[in-house]
């Protein structure tokens, strides 16, 4: 049964939360930070990304860009290969696209309000929330995951969180709490200072580090005996989702070229995923490929290898990558062409193999040139 009516169960998980705080608050780079476009950096990097991941790519991103000017001046290619290996591009793109936005439209000015915060391409109600409260102390509840899951299992709730009734209860919910954290007195035995974003950190670390999605550690929480998921042995089911995702799966077969030393690439440019990365010749498949002889029956294959001579080297075993929507099965086949051989199609660069390093690519395409997945198979 929900328990989310009682004024005295607000103010017992506020204290409890903010006691647990004081003592377990996780140390990061990024915390205590009031630059707003510091905040903003580690909030994109953080998105569907876990801490222990996305801390490199902070420290990467601050020393290179230690202003929004210098991310706003930095060539896209730069910015894309600095990315490289942290997934959901659009935010990479979003990114530099902001940045270059405050830069030249707002004269350099990161927005101090919510709403100028909101309306920045790339940044949701969260992220929003999240500067505007570590940045400038503004009164506003994050909700991410961490919150449903906590609010969803303390409280026992049990409306769907991908449900605008959902969204809009918890979010009704979190800011209550918030204001109610806030009207506290500070404590002053506290280790850390007591800034007005102190609930936001304490929730999100509490989610993240104790009432964790697998195994909340229920035996040593300070909320237990209140707590409705653990006295009705409903952590497992909270909190609620009102549809499983279905995931597309597409089968992607990257045709390596390799021409004496040279290997080619092109970027990606077309609306679909990994947009401004570069990849090998792609041919996509609705099936998976288990044998070369696809290679002979497919047009644009034929298209690409014309009358020159050419033999398979080796073919790899199907890698996947898992995308929010898609699930990425790739297998790369490796030709030798002859010297002769060229892509008469636009925009494909012929590098050598050695510089492949230069290029941003999708962690699947990285993972390969770099060997760090199943062995290749010869033939
Ligand atoms: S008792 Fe368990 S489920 Fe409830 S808030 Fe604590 S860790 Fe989460």
Redesign the pocket.
């Known amino acids: 049964m929900a328990n989310t009516d009682s004024q005295a169960t607000y103010l017992f998980f506020a204290k409890k939360l903010l006691e647990w705080h004081d003592v377990h608050h996780r140390p990061m780079p990024w915390k205590g930070e009031r630059n707003p476009y510091l905040v903003w950096l580690s909030e994109i990097i953080l998105q569907q990304t876990r801490v222990e991941q996305g801390l490199p790519y902070f420290e990467r991103f601050k020393a290179a860009y230690p202003t929004v000017a210098d991310l706003a001046n930095a060539p896209e290619d730069e910015v894309m290969k600095n990315w490289e290996g942290l997934g959901y591009y659009s935010r990479a793109r979003n990114l530099h696209a902001t940045a270059k936005h405050i830069a030249y439209v707002l004269n350099g000015s990161f927005p101090t309000t919510y709403e100028g915060i909101r309306s920045l391409k790339g940044v949701g109600d969260y992220t929003a929330a999240a500067i505007a409260s570590f940045a400038y102390d503004l009164p506003h509840a994050v909700v991410d995951g961490n919150v449903y899951?906590?609010l969803s299992?303390?409280f026992g709730i049990e409306t769907p969180i991908d449900t605008t009734a959902g969204k809009k209860q918890f979010a009704q919910l979190a800011q209550q709490l918030f204001e109610i954290s806030d009207s506290q007195p500070p404590n002053p035995q506290s280790a850390i200072p007591n800034p007005k974003s102190k609930y936001n950190q304490a929730i999100m670390d509490?989610g993240a580090t104790?009432?964790?999605p697998a195994a909340?550690?229920?035996k040593t929480?300070?909320?237990?005996e209140q707590?409705?998921?653990?006295l009705e042995k409903r952590?497992g089911s909270?909190p609620v989702k009102s549809k499983k995702m279905e995931r597309r799966q597409r089968f992607f077969n990257y045709l390596i070229f390799n021409r004496l030393n040279e290997v080619f690439v092109k970027k990606r440019s077309e609306k679909d995923i990994w947009q401004n990365l570069y990849e090998f010749p792609l041919i996509e498949t609705d099936s998976l490929q288990d044998s070369h002889h696809f290679l002979t029956k497919d047009k644009t294959c034929q298209a690409w290898l014309g009358d020159s001579d050419w033999r398979l080297l080796r073919s790899s075993a199907p890698q996947r990558q898992e995308l929010t929507h898609q699930r990425i099965v790739a297998t790369f086949w490796e030709l030798e062409v002859s010297a002769d051989f060229l892509l008469k199609e636009n925009g494909w660069i012929a590098t050598e193999r050695e510089k492949l390093d230069n290029f941003a690519f999708p962690r699947v395409i990285d993972l390969y040139i770099n060997q760090k997945f199943l062995p290749l198979e010869l033939f």
């Open positions: 899951r906590v299992r303390f509490f104790h009432c964790t909340p550690k229920c929480c300070p909320m237990s707590c409705v998921a653990f952590t909270l």
